[in-house]
């Protein structure tokens, strides 16, 4: 199953369009659905933390829940249909060398069917020229997300092999030019060996190039590089770390 023709959604994504059974606590809605494109290939890089990374061990997961596989005429089908309450809709790319065609088309898909807000997790590698990122801004979508994931370039050489930490800086770049300032989102994971202090350096980079922070904790990802890992709840700020703020 290849995605344009099928997306994966998170399993609240499909119990909120009743395409899963399941309920949420009383009081809770979804806002946002989320999507992921799908390929039997999987994704082509090899991120040490990813369950979806090409080298994983076992399976196939993405951050830890389970991400069912529809067609996405049968999800825009439920979008119309149903009362869902949904008002954005996220697409996130994975490593393909069809990825930036195929988000373009659903997300023009979503966009005219539903109406909806959309947001698209971008893979920097699919985007040569700011001119792909106007194409997404011309079908539909009006934020754009980059996960940079680690908070120093040797950090990202270690997690991320194959990648180049200059160009997802630069897309984080060229994507405020595009969708303009605090529309842009940089992905940032605390508790992949980075200090406190280089943490901190990598928020306030972001924040100067007019781009927001979405934080988020490092959970080991089975079948990952990274799945006997402690979680960064786990992980103490030594001396060393506590010294260098000082």
Not at 49 to 64: E, N, P, V
Not at 84 to 104: F, K, P
């Amino acid at each position: 199953m290849y995605s344009p023709e099928y997306v994966q959604t998170s399993l609240a994504g499909a119990i909120t369009l009743g395409l899963a059974g399941g309920r949420f606590a009383p009081g809770v809605r979804l806002g946002a659905l989320n999507l992921l494109l799908t390929y039997p290939e999987g994704c082509a890089a090899a991120c040490s933390y990813c369950g979806l990374a090409r080298d994983r061990q076992q399976g196939s997961t993405f951050i830890r829940v389970p991400w069912p596989t529809y067609p996405l005429a049968q999800i825009v089908a439920r979008l119309r249909e149903c009362e869902h309450g949904l008002q954005r809709a996220c697409i996130s790319m994975v490593a393909h060398h069809r990825a930036l065609e195929h988000t373009i088309a659903i997300a023009g898909e979503l966009h005219r069917a539903a109406a909806m807000l959309i947001s698209i997790l971008a893979t920097p590698g699919a985007l040569r020229s700011p001119r792909d990122m106007e194409r997404l801004r011309e079908a539909g979508a009006d934020r754009l997300g980059i996960a940079v994931d680690a908070a120093t370039p040797e950090l990202f050489a270690r997690h991320r092999p194959g990648l180049r930490w200059e160009r997802y800086w630069r897309a984080v770049d060229d994507g405020v030019e595009v969708f303009g300032p605090f529309h842009v989102g940089v992905h940032l994971i605390v508790g992949l060996g980075e200090t406190e202090r280089e943490m901190v350096q990598a928020i306030s980079a972001v924040r100067a190039r007019g781009a927001c922070t979405h934080l988020f904790s490092f959970y080991p990802e089975a079948g990952s590089r990274l799945a006997g890992g402690p979680r960064s709840e786990e992980r103490r700020v030594g001396k060393e770390c506590r010294s260098r703020w000082s």
